[in-house]
């Protein structure tokens, strides 16, 4: 609801009525919320704030067992849709049915826009998730993002952790803003079938037995068929470490606040996934900046090892990469089952973009948050 916009008021058994997958209400003390599109979003899953609908959830916000932060408190307020009106005699709740019916005026004088006013409006792809304070935020939403952000300087880091529930649009062009976006599907449909073919080619090839690793010139191991699956874990574990190198040196990088350009390049890598974080259309790579890494990954294995065990090693880190981002984007939109592996990674996930975003850096696994002593504490949901 736009901060211009007077509050609609409700009875508390029309709150209560909205108790489904469907239309899913809560209330904050007479605060009440929407959340209905944000059911797949929740750390916890759907059933935890289904079981609460209709209700005030002021303790659970509030914890025990788990106290929400100030920028999941933030991002709450998007789904802001009026007021809760106490059917009573009470001086209170004549104030609100004052304030009820001057809302509904406002509404009606809304309502008399021109057919022509409505249309641009329902073009607009902003209007989805009007939930920004256009007047007041540091950039101009109505305006592609890329070449503003550069500009806030000292004040960039603090509001790109600040996370919105909206589209971004990063450039004017319509070319490029398209290749900026990439349905989940494509990662598998283009690295897959590179997976498949490499395995067969490097096991085949293996099976020949005349793969041997040179040792001296004297001397060599002969390499059998049976250790491909060894070589391929070797990669897929290779890949882990360089998942959360990447993750928490490139993309978590803290821009020097004086420099317009690496501010840029940090928010068209991550920075926009951190102030967007369900932006459906950036949660995986697209192919063709992915390719970047993936070919030089590539290259230094063969520089480092026989092409046969290069290649071999290369594959199964490839296939570690397309785990990673379907995880990543199941993280985001999945509804794990409660007490499962995916539920446990989904909660740390999200408490990496509203509470810790200095720590957490594992996707897949919290393997190398251990040793690296960036493991956000353990709590429950």
Partial sequence: MSPSTSPRFFTEREVALHCSKDSCWVRLGTRVYDV????????????L???RSGKDVRGEIEGPPHRHSENARRWMEQYYIGELDMDSG???????RERRK??????????????EQKEEDDNDAYNCCSTVDMDKDLVDWRKPLAWQVGHLGEKYDAWVHQPVDRPIRLFGNPLLEAGTKTSWYWVPVVWLPIVFYY????????????????????FSIPIHKYLFPLLFLMGWFLWSFIE????????????PAHNYYLITIHFLLHGQHHKSPFDGARLVFPPGLASLVVGSFYLILLSTLPQILGTSVFVGGLCGYVVYDMIHYYLHYGSPKKGSYMY????YHVKHHFEHQKAGFGIT?????????TLIPDEKF
């Fill in 344 to 347: 446990g990674l989904k909660a």
């Fill in 244 to 255: 959360y190198c990447i993750h928490r040196f490139v993309f978590h990088m803290k821009p």
């Fill in 365 to 373: 696994s919290t393997f190398w948050d251990h040793p690296f002593n």
């Fill in 90 to 96: 009470t001086e209170e709740a004549q104030n609100l």
């Fill in 199 to 218: 395995s067969w080619y490097c096991y085949t090839t293996l099976a020949k037995g005349t793969t041997r690793l040179e040792l001296t010139s004297d």
């Fill in 102 to 115: 001057a809302s509904e005026q406002t509404e009606e004088n809304n309502s008399e826009k021109t057919a």
């Fill in 36 to 47: 209905t599109s944000f059911l797949r979003m929740h750390p916890g899953g759907e059933a």
């Fill in 49 to 51: 704030i289904l079981r």
